[in-house]
């Protein structure tokens, strides 16, 4: 199933193009990375995913709903943190959890545990004007987390924090998506954290898709390294074997299974490879774990001369 | 459908509840000043009022006067609003499962009806309860056809926050408009006036869209038939075309406002 089903979408802002015939697609249950130069268009996307702008031209659909027509229905299902969050400036914290709680429907409890999960419920009688712009962030990620959602748009959500905050959102996004199945949409400039998180990717430049995939279909297609968990009875002596091969960069053993690096280009070779050494080695299953984002991004962006 | 309406009107509730919450300072103030101004108004004046046939000027003047205050009070929330669209609230509750045009009516409704609803009270109640016969002296329909004339420019200006998400724009225009274009627009018939017999129909078109936008000042022409509708009919057009401004600000939400 498709979350996000984008086609041929186009957005002008008095005249001048921002969005030309952008598509890609996100599945259901996917952690997406979007990727691009400042000024690609990611913001202005996630915005007429959201229903906030209304698109010129092309077909959107974001759980089977169009943003604009439907927007009330979609937003039911979808929490949202924009990139620069803007709040009532004399509300008080508490005012702003408990009214969006209400209009999801749901109790101030709720909104309560969304401000601990992220931080904020420390200030909850404080006004917003008085909030460093960290914690304006949480507040943000607190509000877009009230009512469950399905899908999470997270707009740089990882900027403006500490170190810390940054590990326990991303430590919160991967919770949400492994164990509630939320499909998650990031844009964020850190490459390394969406490494972190992201089992599917977007690359836009200059209002327009460049690739859109998973991390293994695009890791293959570039040539990208690939690691892979292999769980096997053996598997110290699997390693062992795994190691001898030439395009295996890198071997960890530990837990009964067996982490792989593959080198870009090798990875047709590597699966024919153990599905051999699987029998001697009574493989149960193999994982992919996740792909090297900076050179897709180096690979698709910047060598095509987009990246600012 | 009867869910999806349930739905859409029980989040209008609990917005338009939110947006009452942050306008309450405005709304207490204006009450703190007017109750205790028009209750002594009423309690001072209500000797020479209820003993002279005509009841007298003097209420007259005190709601003009307080209806300045209503003035400022809808086109600095109106203002607001616009501030609200384009610095932060729209984009905060508008990215939660309300509608558009639920959002622009929340505002609607806290920036211009209660202003004026609460207005008329505080004016109209200490009259009722000192003597009802001041609120005969004043005239219900004067006092209709003020709050009329504020919500007709309310809504309009409403429409143009909407359009424009320009506090300025709703400041400034909303001012002069209400306060001081009526003045101005004064100054060409005044002309006419000096003029003996009835103007000519030009004239009298225009000092009939004057009323109808300005419906508290149609007794300024109530002589010499230089008004082609009588006054209810004056606040009647007035109404129609509040509610046609209140309509296209909520269709233009609707279908065009988005939140950059």
Redesign the interface.
Known sequence: MVAIKVRALSKS?RGYPVLRDVTFDVPEGRVAGFLGPNGAGKTTTL?VL?????RDRGLVEVLGLDPWEE???L??RVG?L?EK???????RVS??LR??A???GRSYREALEAAKATGVADYLEQPVASLSRGYLQRLGIA?ALIGDPELLLLDEPTANLDPLARMRLLNLVRALHKDLGVTVVVSSHIIPELSLVCDYAVFIAGGRTLEWGSMEELAKKYGVSSTYRIRAAEPRALARELIGLSYVSAVEVGEGAVKVRVEGGYVDAFLRELDTLGRAYQVKWIAYEGGELAPLYERIVVSRGVAS | MKGYAG??LY?VW??Q??VH??LLGGIVVALLILVPVHAAAAVLLAPTVLSSPGGGPGLGFVASATELLLVFITVFMVASYAG?LS???G??????????A?YAAAWLVATVATPCLVYALSLALPLLIIDPRLLSALGLWNLMRAVLEVAEWGAFLFLLATVSRSRALVVILGLFAELLLPWILLLPMALFAVVPGTPPYSVRVFATVYVVLYPSKYSFFSQGGAVLVGPGAAAAEASTLMAAYAVAALLYAKE?M???
């Open positions: 802002f915005k959201i229903g906030l702008l209304r927007g009330m229905e937003r039911e949202v924009h969050p803007l709040y009532p400036r004399g509300a005012t702003l009214y969006v209400r209009l999801r509000l | 739905k859409l989040r609990v917005y509840r939110y919450g942050t609200d610095g932060g609230g984009q905060l509750f508008l990215s939660q499962p309300l509608s558009r639920g065009r988005e939140v950059v």
